[in-house]
């Protein structure tokens, strides 16, 4: 069993950053890849970042590459998301995710286990 907690979202403008921390505890955290994903108001969840177990293969979605960075602390069984030149396009509750399997994945179905979510808007 994998619980997850997010936080550091909130109410910015458009150009500015946040980090968003997803603090994990039960199973020992560097087993398992990590993953960040969004959901905006009626659409789709997305994939955002991911990481493996080692913290060393990140991965990107397209619309965030370059201005996200995704990375993990195994000492301290957080996952971290620093988002900088934030548009209003990335306004959605943003899930941490882990992954018990081995390989990278960027499906929402393939993660095993989801935190609570926070909110992020950024207005124009």
């Known amino acids: 069993q994998v619980q997850l907690v997010e936080s550091g979202g909130g109410l910015v403008q458009a150009g500015e950053s946040l980090r968003l921390s997803c603090l994990a505890s039960?199973?020992?955290?560097?087993?398992?890849?990590m993953g960040w994903f969004r959901q905006a108001p009626g659409k789709e969840r997305e994939f955002v970042a991911a990481?493996?177990?080692?913290?060393?293969?990140?991965y990107y979605a397209d619309s965030v590459k370059g201005r996200f960075t995704i990375s993990r602390d195994n000492a301290k069984s957080t996952v971290y998301l620093q988002m900088n030149s934030l548009k209003p396009d990335d306004t959605a509750v943003y899930y941490c995710?882990?992954?018990?399997?081995?390989?990278?994945?960027?499906?929402?179905?393939?993660?095993?286990?989801w935190g609570q979510g926070t909110q992020v808007t950024v207005s124009s």
């Open positions: 995710a882990a992954d018990l399997a081995s390989a990278l994945h960027v499906e929402y179905w393939k993660y095993d286990y």
């Open positions: 039960g199973r020992t955290f560097s087993t398992y890849n």
């Open positions: 990481v493996t177990q080692s913290g060393i293969r990140k």
